[in-house]
């Protein structure tokens, strides 16, 4: 998509749709008035009868004459003071959807002015256009037949900016939202893709692409070495696959030479049939997704090298196939992790703790400030918080409520769960040094519980984005498939931690 910041009034633009945000409270305000006097009868008539108040979410296209632009798409922004930054991108997706389902993919903006007011232009301006561009994401390219009946994908965007003193931050915002979603396409396109396209080789090839990046780094860590290492937990998932595991390792160093890295561990199960403790058959097609916490991770390094944040981070990746057959692990076998902890297998579906265990492990030789892993790892984090908000615990405190807070920025919500000691006490094994699943009852917080083990002395938290990496049915901001979860998060978090340091 072309994207660029022009400068004046947005009804002076060329651009074939012009994309206006509207409040249902600022009717008497001089820009709605003077909206008003634009566009006359058609926008006096729409509000008469109740066609349109500006309500948030509501729209209303028209033709207006004196204009160069064919469309006028005026969308509801609600009561300004219900304004926020995740309401003004919302808004900006739902104008965008409906002016490429009528196959207008060129327009030109400037709601990121009218935004909530305590916020930076360039913050409003990231929301506007992430936006538009989230909103503009399709995944087609297995559709061979009536492709010139989809709609088209987003061409332009031109940021209209009538006041001078803001060009620069709306440059700056726009710039850093096009860096975010650039990292959100590719983390979407990576859990779209199809299991039989996708194997833990493939991932390993699309971490490695990303080093045209100039401060990135990538090696491959294979099975031989994994098992020379000791990588126990991480091998006893991959058995049952003819396709052999690998450990990613990716490194970006934007900040000081002597500054520890942020660590970023993402779940890589490319797909999960659940092993010997095989999933029922409906939905099963969707397990293509048990990968999509690694797909954060590489979409948050794309994203953060894209806009050079001044940060160090490391990224580990295990990346594994869960398979039934002949060789796959029994419940009832017992893993020698990579810490030396035993582990007894009680089902053979709870193999993202396995390979997560394994990888906090192996990151702690980085001695990174601070450990986030993310990883589509229980149903009952569905069950708890649906698909709004994915949940997070960790052992330290501020890391969790600067993540919150991150949330909060994003759109991208999370939710503290409780990790109290006494959750521990579900994985005692009699046989092993613990087990992997801890029962039914709080699935969420026993299945950190055991992370917790393997990040000892660590800062560290663990976000289980199971209800919110994959899309049913399709959101202003993402179509049906991969949401990227998690880029967007973890980019405000790093940006506030470049403030921070």
């Given at each position: 998509m072309d994207l660029s910041v022009e400068k004046g009034s947005i009804f002076n633009s060329d651009m074939p749709a012009l994309v206006v945000g509207v409040f249902e409270d600022r009717w008497d305000d001089a820009g709605?008035?003077?909206?008003?006097a634009r566009v006359g009868r058609p926008l006096e008539s729409a509000r008469t009868s109740g066609e349109f108040a500006g309500e948030f979410r509501q729209t209303l296209q028209l033709r207006p004459d004196g204009l160069k632009a064919l469309h006028l798409f005026l969308i509801g922004l609600g009561k300004s003071s219900d304004c926020t930054l995740d309401r003004l991108r919302e808004a900006a997706a739902v104008a965008t959807r409906e002016l490429l389902g009528r196959r207008v993919s060129r327009l030109a903006t400037d709601m990121f002015i009218l935004g909530p007011q305590n916020e930076p232009v360039a913050r409003r301006t990231q929301a506007v256009v992430e936006g538009v561009m989230l909103a503009g994401y399709r995944f087609d390219r297995y559709r061979t037949e009536k492709r010139d009946k989809l709609p088209p994908g987003l061409a332009r965007l031109a940021c209209q900016v009538e006041n001078s003193a803001d060009h620069q931050a709306v440059e700056q915002g726009a710039q850093l939202a096009q860096a975010v979603c650039r990292g959100v396409f590719l983390a979407r396109d990576l859990v779209n893709e199809p299991g039989n396209v996708k194997s833990p080789l493939y991932l390993a090839e699309r971490a490695a692409a990303l080093t045209h990046h100039s401060r990135l780094t990538c090696e491959v860590i294979g099975e031989e070495e994994l098992s020379r290492q000791g990588f126990g937990a991480l091998l006893g998932v991959a058995r049952g696959s003819s396709r052999e595991p690998c450990l990613i390792v990716l490194e970006y160093r934007g900040g000081a030479e002597d500054e520890k890295p942020v660590a970023l561990i993402g779940k890589g199960v490319m797909f999960d049939a659940g092993g010997i403790s095989l999933k029922p058959a409906e939905k099963m097609d969707e397990m293509k997704m048990d990968m999509a916490g690694a797909a954060a991770v590489l979409g948050t390094f794309?994203?953060?090298?894209?806009?050079?944040?001044?940060?160090?981070?490391?990224?580990?990746?295990?990346?594994?196939?869960?398979?039934?057959?002949?060789?796959?692990?029994?419940?009832?076998?017992?893993?020698?992790?990579l810490s030396g902890r035993t582990i007894e297998v009680v089902n053979t579906d709870a193999e993202g703790r396995l390979i997560l265990a394994d990888a906090l492990t192996y990151c702690a030789r980085y001695q990174p400030r601070t450990m986030i892993d993310l990883a589509t790892l229980t149903g009952a984090c569905v069950i708890?918080?649906?698909?709004?908000?994915?949940?997070?615990?960790?052992?330290?405190?501020?890391?969790?409520?600067?993540?919150?807070?991150?949330?909060?920025?994003?759109?991208?919500?999370?939710?503290?769960?409780?990790?109290?000691?006494?959750?521990?006490?579900?994985?005692?094994?009699?046989?092993?040094?613990?087990?992997?699943?801890?029962?039914?009852?709080?699935?969420?917080?026993?299945?950190?519980?055991?992370?917790?083990?393997?990040?000892?002395?660590?800062?560290?938290?663990?976000?289980?984005?199971?209800?919110?990496?994959?899309?049913?049915?399709?959101?202003?901001?993402?179509?049906?498939?991969?949401?990227?979860?998690?880029?967007?998060?973890?980019?405000?978090?790093?940006?506030?931690?470049?403030?921070?340091?």
């Open positions: 709605q008035q003077d909206l008003l794309e994203a953060a090298a894209s806009a050079q944040l001044p940060v160090n981070l490391v990224g580990v990746i295990p990346a594994v196939e869960n398979m039934p057959s002949g060789t796959a692990m029994r419940p009832g076998d017992v893993l020698t992790s708890a918080l649906g698909h709004h908000a994915a949940a997070v615990l960790g052992s330290d405190a501020p890391l969790v409520q600067r993540l919150q807070a991150a949330g909060q920025a994003s759109g991208e919500k999370v939710w503290e769960m409780p990790l109290w000691e006494e959750y521990a006490a579900q994985l005692k094994s009699e046989i092993a040094d613990l087990k992997n699943i801890g029962g039914r009852p709080a699935g969420t917080i026993t299945a950190a519980a055991f992370l917790q083990k393997f990040a000892e002395g660590q800062s560290w938290a663990h976000v289980d984005i199971a209800g919110t990496a994959w899309e049913d049915s399709g959101s202003p901001l993402a179509s049906k498939g991969a949401t990227g979860f998690g880029v967007r998060l973890l980019m405000a978090y790093l940006r506030g931690e470049c403030e921070l340091h």
